[in-house]
């Protein structure tokens, strides 16, 4: 008999009643004051989480699952969700995230329900990146962000936001966790999906390379090194070759990664060696660039001579120094 009173105890609410319950506990925490208004909004997000993902004791039912991901549309909570993260507590807020990257992963029948409300109110990712400003929530957010940018039409539409341009002050914040945070989610929007990327950088290439040329001349060590090392990785993967291709003509950019040759720090002096030798080795260098590496060959040889050697770590990056001052050299015996 008693087993079968715990049994019955574990019969968990049907969806449309979770999915009812957690919005009107949402919308009172906007209409009443208090620990209780709070606590039942808490409470309710953690039998969200329960179900969604299981306590320990009873593993979730995904056809249930797939349930309260269609009522939780329909009623409008993942609006309320991010409305009112700053409302809920830290424990609940991590729950919350918990449930919002499990519901945008459901998929009925050929398309993800709750993906979809969100491609009708793209005014909740605007939310969430401004909420990189808000301190207790930041974290919160950028997790729910990057749960966002794995799907390409969430990506395409902050890539092309106005909000887009708040990455760049985020990661320059004094808060270290924050700042690098923000740079990985900035990452993720600039390496999940080539097309979408690839569309945006065409573009806006003027309007992006501006704003990432503040980051590479930062007074801040950390800025400017995480910087130019995701510069380095980026503009020589593959599917950016178009994009690579455009920025070793310009002298400007040229001037930049001279610069960067002078840093004090190895691994930045590594990093912006990386993305000149690629100025340098380009068969059909513009007249300007030729110009400017001839002009400044003996402090640019002299900077490559003394890029830290890898003690025989890796002999590529020794073998690629040395091509480059030869060809720097066979540039400068051909001006005479």
Request: proline share 3%.
């Given at each position: 008999?008693?087993?079968?009173?715990?049994?019955?105890s574990r019969?968990?609410?049907?969806?449309q009643?979770?999915?009812?319950s957690?919005?009107?506990?949402?919308?009172?925490?906007?209409?009443?004051?208090?620990?209780?208004?709070?606590?039942?909004?808490?409470?309710?997000?953690?039998?969200?989480?329960?179900?969604?993902?299981g306590?320990?004791?009873?593993?979730?039912?995904?056809?249930q699952v797939?349930q309260?991901?269609?009522?939780?549309?329909?009623?409008g909570?993942l609006?309320l969700f991010?409305q009112?993260?700053?409302?809920?507590?830290?424990e609940a807020?991590?729950?919350?995230?918990?449930?919002?990257?499990i519901?945008?992963?459901?998929?009925?029948?050929?398309?993800?329900?709750?993906?979809?409300?969100?491609?009708?109110?793209?005014?909740?990712?605007?939310?969430?990146?401004v909420?990189?400003?808000?301190?207790?929530?930041?974290l919160?957010?950028?997790?729910?962000?990057?749960e966002c940018?794995?799907?390409?039409?969430?990506?395409?539409y902050?890539?092309?936001?106005?909000?887009?341009e708040?990455?760049?002050?985020?990661v320059e914040?004094?808060?270290?966790?924050?700042?690098?945070d923000?740079?990985?989610?900035f990452?993720?929007?600039?390496?999940?999906?080539?097309?979408?990327?690839?569309?945006?950088l065409?573009?806006?290439?003027e309007?992006?390379?501006?704003?990432?040329?503040?980051?590479?001349?930062?007074?801040?060590?950390?800025t400017r090194?995480?910087?130019?090392?995701?510069?380095?990785e980026f503009l020589?993967e593959?599917?950016?070759?178009q994009?690579?291709k455009?920025?070793?003509?310009?002298?400007?950019?040229?001037?930049?990664?001279?610069?960067?040759?002078?840093?004090?720090?190895?691994?930045?002096r590594?990093?912006?060696?990386?993305?000149?030798?690629?100025?340098?080795?380009?068969?059909?260098?513009?007249?300007?660039?030729?110009?400017?590496?001839?002009?400044?060959h003996?402090?640019?040889?002299?900077l490559?001579?003394?890029?830290?050697?890898?003690?025989?770590e890796?002999?590529?990056?020794?073998?690629?120094?040395?091509l480059?001052?030869?060809?720097i050299?066979?540039?400068?015996r051909l001006?005479?």
């Amino acid at each position: 008999m008693s087993f079968f009173f715990r049994a019955a105890s574990r019969q968990r609410p049907l969806p449309q009643e979770i999915a009812r319950s957690i919005k009107d506990s949402l919308v009172a925490l906007d209409t009443k004051t208090g620990a209780k208004a709070l606590e039942d909004a808490e409470k309710n997000i953690l039998t969200l989480r329960h179900t969604l993902a299981g306590d320990g004791e009873v593993e979730p039912n995904q056809e249930q699952v797939l349930q309260i991901a269609l009522e939780i549309c329909k009623e409008g909570v993942l609006s309320l969700f991010v409305q009112n993260l700053p409302s809920l507590g830290w424990e609940a807020r991590k729950d919350l995230v918990h449930c919002w990257c499990i519901l945008l992963r459901q998929k009925v029948d050929e398309s993800y329900c709750c993906v979809q409300y969100i491609e009708n109110h793209f005014d909740l990712l605007d939310f969430l990146v401004v909420c990189y400003k808000n301190l207790e929530v930041a974290l919160n957010c950028g997790n729910m962000l990057r749960e966002c940018i794995k799907y390409p039409t969430l990506a395409k539409y902050i890539l092309e936001s106005s909000s887009f341009e708040l990455f760049f002050q985020y990661v320059e914040l004094s808060n270290f966790d924050i700042a690098s945070d923000a740079l990985n989610t900035f990452k993720d929007l600039l390496t999940k999906h080539e097309d979408a990327v690839s569309e945006f950088l065409s573009s806006h290439y003027e309007q992006f390379f501006g704003l990432y040329t503040k980051l590479l001349s930062s007074t801040n060590y950390v800025t400017r090194r995480q910087s130019v090392k995701f510069l380095s990785e980026f503009l020589l993967e593959a599917p950016n070759a178009q994009i690579m291709k455009r920025y070793i003509l310009e002298v400007h950019y040229l001037n930049i990664m001279m610069g960067l040759l002078k840093d004090s720090s190895k691994n930045i002096r590594i990093c912006a060696f990386h993305i000149f030798k690629v100025f340098v080795a380009n068969p059909n260098k513009p007249r300007e660039i030729i110009q400017v590496l001839v002009e400044n060959h003996r402090e640019v040889l002299k900077l490559l001579h003394n890029l830290p050697t890898s003690k025989g770590e890796d002999e590529q990056l020794d073998e690629e120094r040395d091509l480059i001052i030869k060809e720097i050299e066979n540039l400068v015996r051909l001006s005479v």
